[in-house]
């Protein structure tokens, strides 16, 4: 890449070997069902998650929605984390497409709703009512450092679901990376939902596309929504040789990257002025922020970086950042970027550059 960029791992650019793949996919049309490499992955992503069959998609957006318009209706209302992806960070799409109540409920500290409260949340039969449909989960937990979410949450869940008779969809944008924090397989992490949806490209590195996943039944249906939703892809085989490639050599890694985002929040502790919680931060994105002894606000220090050090961050909120690590940042980027940061902040007290915090 030609700088280094933490704003996200959506920045990240194919692999050589990607770029490869892309230039050779057999394709076809895809609407037919006729793409042999859009095929070959929906049948392997499908496999790697432990579901019947998958749907390419052309984002994590899309494969969140076509799931659950295909779980749920007009008047059906979805039990949701407040500050979970679905609910704040995808337009509503659930609610303006589709007529999906959304019923947002608080998170903990790892991105749990309380099940106490989403059991109170379950609605009678009753005329006046939205009906109690569908519970919308993520992991890792974006909002809460990527939080890999342990799986007896997801197995508590399952059995108030089965009581109310709900669906689960869960929505995995960084599915591998909750795996590879747990320890466990992807499949094991998606065992108790009946959908799951995750990206190529995010931390997997493909140019473009998630796969949702569920019984052959489910995506059958989702097939259907998808072209509704204006995403029947043609030679999609070109995107998806890239996510075969994504799925075979570039989940195991993950770990590398885990490990870049702990030195980073295990450096910015060291950092006076910076409030971090290294201990949180158990995948790729770490959130951090100002004390009020730094005069300036979280947009000036990004703007400096850039400037200076051709440094991109997420500034998120006036006085906080989110640095998220992937394929394309090493450990010498980590070291580079808590330098850089450490003169920013220095420099914002007026003080002189200090070279005592060894990185
Ligand atoms: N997240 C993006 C932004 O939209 C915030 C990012 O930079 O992290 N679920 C989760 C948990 C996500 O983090 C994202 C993307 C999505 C779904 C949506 O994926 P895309 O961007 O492919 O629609």
């Not at 947002?104 to 500290?109: A, C, F, Q, R, V």
Request: hydrophobic content about 45%; charged content about 20%; glycine content about 10%.
């Amino acid at each position: 890449m030609d700088r280094i960029d933490f704003r996200s791992d959506t920045v990240t650019w194919p692999t050589p070997n990607m770029r490869v793949a892309m230039a050779q996919a057999a394709i076809g049309d895809d609407v037919y069902g006729e793409d042999p490499t859009v095929n070959e992955l929906e049948a392997l992503a499908a496999a790697k998650v432990g579901k019947e069959a998958g749907l390419f998609v052309a984002s994590g957006t899309m494969g969140n929605l076509a799931a659950i318009l295909t779980h749920a209706g007009r008047g059906d209302e979805a039990i949701v984390g407040q500050d979970s992806h679905t609910y704040l960070w995808e337009a509503g799409g659930m609610a303006v497409l589709g007529g999906v109540v959304p019923h947002p409920l608080p998170t903990d500290s790892i991105g749990r709703m309380d099940l106490a409260q989403v059991e109170q949340s379950m609605r009678d039969d009753d005329p006046h009512l939205p009906r109690s449909r569908l519970i919308l989960l993520e992991n890792s937990y974006g909002d809460k450092n990527g939080y890999p979410i342990p799986l007896h949450y997801f197995a508590a869940t399952r059995a108030l679901a089965d009581r109310h008779g709900l669906a689960m969809h869960m929505d995995g944008a960084r599915l591998f990376n909750a795996a590879v924090a747990l320890g466990v397989s992807a499949a094991d992490v998606a065992q108790h939902v009946d959908s799951v949806s995750f990206c190529l490209s995010k931390g997997l590195c493909a140019p473009v596309g998630s796969v949702l996943c569920g019984t052959a039944v489910f995506i059958h249906q989702a097939r259907q929504v998808r072209k509704l939703l204006g995403g029947g892809m043609r030679q999609a085989g070109i995107l998806a040789a890239a996510g075969i490639i994504a799925l075979n050599e570039m989940t195991d890694r993950l770990a590398e990257d885990h490990a870049h985002a702990q030195q980073l929040a295990q450096g910015l502790a060291r950092i006076p002025g910076v409030i971090v919680a290294p201990e949180q931060v158990k995948t790729n994105i770490v959130f951090f922020h100002l004390d009020d002894a730094i005069p300036y606000s979280a947009a000036a220090i990004v703007a400096a970086l850039r400037q200076r050090a051709n440094i991109w961050l997420g500034d998120h909120g006036p006085r906080s950042f989110r640095a998220v690590t992937h394929y394309w940042i090493r450990r010498a980027d980590v070291a580079f970027f808590l330098e850089q940061f450490h003169d920013v902040l220095n420099n914002s007290r007026g003080e002189a550059v200090g070279d005592s915090v060894d990185f």
